[in-house]
């Protein structure tokens, strides 16, 4: 799924070993990277660099970083937080204060990097099809799509009214191999 411009990630290093080899692993997959450290201007950063993506470390319930983090929703850039210990509930509240996910350190950069790639698949395929959101049924519906996409059978949508039957089969056509042919 490498289509159009590279996609941007800005990481924040408050833990500088994930960082920087996390940082070595995106350049060396073509991702456009920018490292800001704690005493850089984090949200002067971000409006320059316009990440598609933003990692941050340190203290995730840190009010300006809470902020930040409510900033970015409203520009449709996905935010990763890595967390020092393992809180079921922060995980939970700070999700739903605007995180695209927590993760628990210590993490391999490795693992990292899958959970970067996935939200970073997660927002081309957004953009493809237009269908935004971060719970866990809008996720499984582009799962689908994704999935059913290149399959050349006929497909059924079903649903409520109102619930974006059409976007979805938009997001299919888009996706497939007559997307060149009428829709």
């Known amino acids: 799924t490498n289509r159009g411009a590279p996609m941007k990630v800005l990481l924040t290093l408050n833990d500088v070993e994930p960082a920087v080899r996390l940082n070595a692993i995106l350049e060396r997959e ?58 079921p509930e922060l995980r939970e509240r700070l999700r739903t204060l605007g ?48 999935q059913i996409a290149p399959v050349s059978s006929t497909v059924i949508i079903e649903g409520e009214s109102g619930t974006g039957k059409e976007l979805v089969a938009q997001a299919i056509h888009k996706l497939s191999p007559r997307r060149g042919k009428p829709f």
């Open 30 to 87: 073509g991702v456009d990277t920018a490292v800001v450290s704690p005493l850089d201007d984090l949200r002067g950063e971000i409006s320059r660099f316009k990440p598609d993506l933003v990692v941050l470390t340190g203290n995730l319930g840190d009010p300006i970083k809470l902020q930040i983090v409510q900033d970015q929703l409203w520009s449709g850039t996905s935010v990763i937080g890595l967390a020092d210990v393992e809180d």
């Open 99 to 146: 995180f695209t996910d927590v993760i628990t350190k210590p993490i391999s950069a490795d693992e990292l990097f899958l959970a970067v790639r996935r939200v970073l698949d997660r927002k081309r395929l957004t953009e493809a099809t237009g269908l935004i959101g971060q719970s866990n049924e809008i996720n499984e519906v582009l799962l689908k799509i994704e």
